[in-house]
Nanobody, 122 residues
Framework: QVQLVESGGGLVQAGGSLRLSCAASGRTSSRNTMGWFRQAPGKEREFVAA????????FYADSVKGRFTISKDNAQNTVYLQMNSLNAEDTGVYYC???????????????WGQGTQVTVSS
């Protein structure tokens, strides 16, 4: 089992920034990829960004490219999502997830955090 705990969400004005953190614990050696997803009210959960744990290869949804950056701290077993130039469309619950294999689809992830709310006011 892998436990994931997100933090860093909150209320921010449009154009502002937030940094989300995801602390992993448990059997993290089985993890290949860490991802961030988000879910807006009434919408499906969608992919935001992912990073492979060993090779540091990153992937982004088109909607966040150039504004969001995913990174990790191996020693802290933590993944971060730096979000800049936020707009109202970025509002939603952000989830951290871990996958045994590389995946950019929510169906490919094996463990999920509880989510953290991000609200961008316009």
């Amino acid at each position: 089992q892998v436990q994931l705990v997100e933090s860093g969400g909150g209320l921010v004005q449009a154009g502002g920034s937030l940094r989300l953190s995801c602390a992993a614990s448990g059997r993290t050696s089985s993890r290949n990829t860490m991802g961030w997803f988000r879910q807006a009210p009434g919408k499906e959960r969608e992919f935001v960004a992912a990073i492979t744990w060993s090779a540091d290869i990153t992937f982004y949804a088109d909607s966040v490219k150039g504004r969001f950056t995913i990174s990790k701290d191996n020693a802290q077993n933590t993944v971060y999502l730096q979000m800049n130039s936020l707009n109202a469309e970025d509002t939603g619950v952000y989830y951290c997830a871990a996958a045994f294999r590389l995946s950019l689809s929510k169906s490919g992830y094996n463990y999920w955090g509880q989510g953290t709310q991000v609200t961008v006011s316009s």
